[in-house]
């Protein structure tokens, strides 16, 4: 009986969709609604990829004002930020590919879920997803080796079984805390320094070498 494929844990922002507007925007609502300083552009899109609260308190200090930031944020995104992105060019064919191969495949990311879940519903192949995993509303599941073991408890899976597919090094990160292969992926927000940094298995420029990347 031949092995089964592995199931493939795909990140969302950066990954799968360029959300950069709509990230970017909504921290930038959020920090003038607190009537503070909103930095440059270049630093903001820093942002994608950590949880919210990691990313807003070093900059506001109080626990309080961190929470008001994420729910002005989240007011924003649940009006326009959401659909503030472009999906990558190639990666839906590749996701159609890799589904009709036979890998189950998964959204794991560190969005508030409800947005995840929302995204993922009106992507042209968010069909092919057989769950999204996404960080709870009160933050206490945000990080992501915490998302990814709760992916592997939801799907019933174990580590050796799965691939975790990212731009950022928290992808990385997550992944080999767990001992799984990985993909870091060019196209995103983390670049080849962070990600060779963080321990990437494999890296991959385009959408479309993915599939020879996870079958070597």
Not at 29 to 39: C, D, F, Q, S
Not at 118 to 133: E, M, N, Q, S, T
């Amino acid at each position: 009986m031949p092995d089964m494929l592995p199931t493939l844990f795909f990140d969302l922002d950066g990954t799968l969709i360029d959300s950069a507007v709509g990230i970017t925007r909504c921290v930038a609502h959020a920090l003038t609604r607190l009537a503070h300083p909103v930095p440059p552009e270049a630093e903001l899109r820093r942002w994608i990829g950590p949880p919210l609260r990691t990313s807003f308190a070093p900059l506001l200090g109080d626990a309080a004002r961190v929470e008001l930031a994420v729910a002005h944020y989240r007011e924003r995104f649940e009006s326009h930020g959401w659909a503030e992105h472009e999906v990558y060019a190639g990666i839906g064919e590749t996701v159609e590919r890799l589904h009709a191969a036979g890998h189950r495949l998964a959204v794991v990311t560190a969005k508030n879920e409800a947005h995840a879940r929302k995204i993922v519903a009106h992507l042209p192949f968010g069909g092919r997803f057989a769950d999204v995993i996404g960080a709870t509303a009160d933050g206490r599941l945000s990080e992501k080796r915490d998302l990814i073991a709760e992916a592997l408890r939801r799907l019933a899976l174990s580590p050796e079984a799965c691939w975790m597919i990212g731009d950022r090094r928290m992808d990385i990160e997550g992944a080999r805390h767990h001992g799984m292969r990985n993909v870091g992926v060019l196209w995103g927000f983390g670049g080849e320094d962070e990600l060779r940094g963080a321990g990437a298995w494999r890296l991959a420029e385009r959408p479309a070498q993915l599939p020879a990347l996870i079958a070597g």
